[in-house]
């Protein structure tokens, strides 16, 4: 039997995509050394120019070891057609394709079948191995069309999962021992708008399935926060952390970025949610083109405002094919560096103020063992490490008294 290895790069999205894909090969071994493997299959990222050089220098590793490369995942759809034509993979598929990755390894011919933008996954995910919590795909694509950013072009437009098909995914889930659900797409918050639902409706429906504990959002975006949902923040089974995307805090740098979003309808949204005691994330890029040293300042100003705990934050990154590549008043990167700083300081503090605030009731879901600890998220989305001789992975338990400190938050349970 013919050994493959699944690379997977990118976001939560492709975590599950690669999910699916392993699924699917009947008639090869999975393995988890590339090393071992006949064949690779990589599962790529194409999000920033960066992305795409990261897979295509692992590619180029491949090569020279004389493995099957195999290419799938949003680079098949931005740089498949190149790749192929030069005979760096031996194939390239594209999402759509995925349920049908055992035939097309099997094959002898070289093949190129990028697929639709339309479709959904058929298959669903009803394990994961040595995962504590399950990622439920329930929507593809987004119907936005940020400055910056190409997922759009290579995922298609906003659709969504069926819903008695997620709900009967859920129920397979829970009854196989899952209690925290955490749900995921390119754009989430648009779930339903093709169905006549939404995701407020959806997550209902998944809260009243038996054995469902907890459920996680992936990110949402400001404009997507109805009425409907906000009725659903004094609910135990969501998370009491929420990641919605800002991306900036300065007006004028959210239009040229031709965002959605409105600075001071953001800041009340951010506020009433924090008041009700949840931790907030949210995304953030600095130096797109176009923010001046006013525009930083003025953003930065606004940004202190916000009750946020927990930040991605990255740098402008170009990416051919989207419009903000066309913008002229670039921002140098070691800038963009320092402005990156300044913003993951404050957040920083803040979550530190935050883990001082909320340090007992802590609901933990135990994931692993690493070092000394056993290691597992709170409600809050905050890492506790926990000082035990049991053996709580996988447990959930609850922590009356932790100690925290700037790195991180401990306990200790002994009986
Ligand atoms: S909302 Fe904007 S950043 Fe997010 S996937 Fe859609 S276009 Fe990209």
Redesign the pocket.
């Known amino acids: 039997m013919q050994k493959v290895f699944l690379k997977t790069f990118g976001c939560r999205t492709n975590i599950y995509d690669s999910q699916i894909m392993a699924q699917n090969l009947i008639d090869f071994q999975l393995v988890d050394d590339e090393t071992q493997a006949d064949i690779v299959v990589v599962n790529s990222c194409t999000v920033t120019n960066s992305a795409d050089s990261s897979a295509r220098s692992y590619i180029s590793k491949l090569e020279r070891s004389g493995k099957k490369v195999v290419l799938a995942g949003c680079g098949a759809m931005s740089k498949g057609e190149s790749l192929f034509q030069d005979e760096r993979v031996f194939g390239v598929f594209g999402h759509s394709e995925k349920k049908n990755i055992n035939t097309l390894l099997k094959s002898s011919q070289r093949f190129f079948q990028l697929g639709d933008l339309t479709s959904l996954d058929e298959s669903i995910v009803e394990d994961f191995s040595a995962k504590t919590k399950a990622f439920i795909k329930i929507q593809e694509g ?1 119907d ?3 400055s ?2 190409i ?2 072009s290579v995922r298609g437009r906003a659709r969504s999962q069926d819903e008695e098909k997620i709900l009967s995914q859920v129920q397979k889930l829970a009854s196989n021992g899952y209690g925290e659900f955490v749900l995921t797409g ?2 989430i918050g648009s779930y339903g708008k093709d169905k006549k639902s939404s995701i407020a409706t959806l997550l209902k429906r998944i809260s009243m399935i038996n054995g469902v504990k907890r459920i996680r959002l992936g990110s949402l ?1 400001p404009v997507q926060l109805d009425d409907a949902f906000m009725e659903l923040l004094d609910e135990s089974w969501l998370e009491k952390h929420l990641h919605i ?1 800002l ?1 900036h805090t300065s007006e004028e740098m959210l239009q040229i970025m031709r965002r959605r979003n409105a600075l001071s309808r953001d800041l009340t949204l951010f506020e009433k949610i924090s008041e009700k005691g949840f931790a907030l994330g949210t995304d953030f890029i600095v130096g797109h083109p176009g923010e001046s040293q006013r525009l930083w300042d003025e953003g930065l100003e606004n940004f202190k405002r916000f009750p946020i705990t927990h930040l991605h934050a990255f740098t402008y990154s170009k990416r051919e094919g989207t419009h903000a590549t066309t913008l002229k008043d670039e921002v140098n990167g070691k800038i963009a560096k320092e402005r990156l700083k300044v913003l993951e300081e404050i957040v920083e503090k803040n979550n530190f103020l935050f883990r001082q605030k909320h340090n007992h009731d802590l609901l933990v879901l135990v994931e692993e063992k690493k070092g000394d600890y056993q290691v597992g998220y709170d409600q809050y989305f905050n890492k506790v490490h926990i000082d035990s001789m049991l053996d709580l992975e996988k447990e959930w338990v609850v922590i009356q008294n932790s100690e925290v400190k700037k790195e991180g938050t401990y306990a200790s349970i002994h009986q």
Do not use: L
């Open positions: 987004c936005f069309n940020c910056y950013c997922i759009p390119t754009n975006e995307a991306q």
